[in-house]
């Protein structure tokens, strides 16, 4: 089934081959073996469109993509085929009866084909779970690499055979030749959220952010069965989860803002948290940004005025957070002052024992993003849509 929700861990029977000597790391290149997609949004007239590379030319990819709400990561997940230098696709989009996935993809499971060219909608199947207090108009998305299968050859695969493979692993059997026993290689998938309007306007698209180094191994058994939830503790390991964890802790974040941060926002990710209650802290500095020439008609930078307050703890909650930089600006002594400046956002902590522990550092991907109106289909109808979206720098 497209989701599964069983309430207890359970433990996957991991093959006894030789790991691999690749390191975790955040990749350069946009190539890696675990993909985060940190924002997707479906809301109002806003879709967004997923898409995953196998960018493995000779070699097929079996992977799960897995759609988390903003609140406390509750789950609507899927297994995807795909042979080499293959490519799937899916929406999410608000309707009347909630936010739906759709999806007409050749690399979806043949039972559930019918249900994703109809649309899922996601809550409703997160409810039938026994999930409360969700959230689908937002969130992230995880792709998790199953297993590789190394073809010899550019030639598609039919999907039935990578099914049969997948239902073979979940039984334990790791005896096909082709199988990349050590996991899935560094370079094998990416991808990107692309953010469209009603008519398939395309406004803004987001790359996915990729890790090498997180399969090194082949996982089989009941934790990679359809049923089963998505665990990056099974599925990537104890160790691995927290590399990736460590990987994205920051201590601060920049990002500039203009118009008097008119339709501007910073959204922040906290993977791996799974909480609801889930709580953080953090500090904040605001600056206005001016340019006046010295007397070597130089231009200089001056920072200016301060803020009322600077480095107050404010608190975040949810799994998913967006921040809007004009209320930001509307709590300093002079907001109209602020016209275009500079906004760090510091000392992310966690409030309870949550990703790495109570009063740690918080692990997040953050992104900069504008709204913007949009004209549909030459219609004299204005939309709200995202209008550019870029990772802001974090250190």
């Given at each position: 089934m497209i989701k599964k929700l069983i309430s207890t861990v359970v433990s996957a029977?991991?093959?006894a081959t030789a790991l691999s000597a690749d390191k975790l790391e955040i990749s350069n290149d946009g190539l890696g073996d675990f993909l985060i997609a940190p924002m997707y949004v479906a809301k109002d007239n806003v879709c967004s469109k997923i898409t995953v590379f196998n960018t493995n030319e000779t070699s097929s990819i079996l992977a799960k993509v897995t759609f988390r709400e903003r609140i406390s990561s509750q789950e609507v997940d899927l297994p995807i085929f795909l042979s080499p230098a293959d490519v799937w696709e899916?929406?999410?989009c608000e309707t009347r009866n909630g936010v739906v996935l759709k999806s007409n993809d050749d690399s979806n499971h043949p039972v559930v084909k019918d249900v994703l060219s109809r649309g899922k909608n996601l809550a409703e199947h997160s409810r039938n779970a026994g999930h409360e207090g969700i959230d689908f108009t937002k969130g992230y998305v995880e792709i998790y690499p199953i297993a590789q299968f190394n073809e010899g050859?550019?030639?598609k695969v039919e999907k039935y055979l990578?099914?049969?493979?997948w239902d073979s692993l979940i039984k334990g059997n790791t005896n096909n030749p082709k199988l990349r026993k050590n996991g899935v290689d560094s370079s094998s998938l990416s991808g990107h959220v692309t953010f469209n309007t009603e008519s398939d306007l395309e406004t803004a698209v987001l790359p996915m952010l990729a890790f090498k180094g997180a399969h090194d191994k082949q996982v089989t058994g009941v934790g990679i069965d359809y049923s089963?939830?998505?665990?990056?503790?099974?599925?990537l390991g104890a160790q691995k989860k927290k590399k990736i964890l460590k990987a994205l802790q920051h201590r601060i974040t920049s990002f500039t803002y203009d118009q008097e941060g008119r339709n501007q926002y910073i959204n922040f990710t906290f993977p791996f948290t799974y909480s609801k209650w889930q709580n953080r802290t953090y500090k904040i500095t605001v600056r206005d940004m001016s340019e006046n020439k010295d007397s070597k008609k130089e231009k200089v930078i001056i920072f200016s005025p301060a803020p009322k307050k600077q480095n107050i703890k404010n608190t975040m909650k949810n799994e998913v957070v967006s921040i809007s930089v004009e209320e930001i600006l509307s709590k300093t002594n002079n907001p109209k002052m602020?016209?275009?400046?500079?906004?760090q956002i510091k000392d992310i902590t966690n409030q309870s024992n949550i990703q790495l522990g109570e009063d740690q550092r918080a692990s997040y991907i953050a992104v900069n993003y504008k709204e913007v109106s949009v004209m549909e289909d030459r219609r004299l109808v204005e939309n709200n849509a995202v209008g550019t979206i870029v990772y802001a720098p974090s250190k």
């Open positions: 029977a991991i093959c899916g929406e999410v050859s550019t030639a990578l099914v049969d493979r089963s939830d998505t665990s990056p503790r099974v599925l602020f016209k275009n400046g500079i906004i």
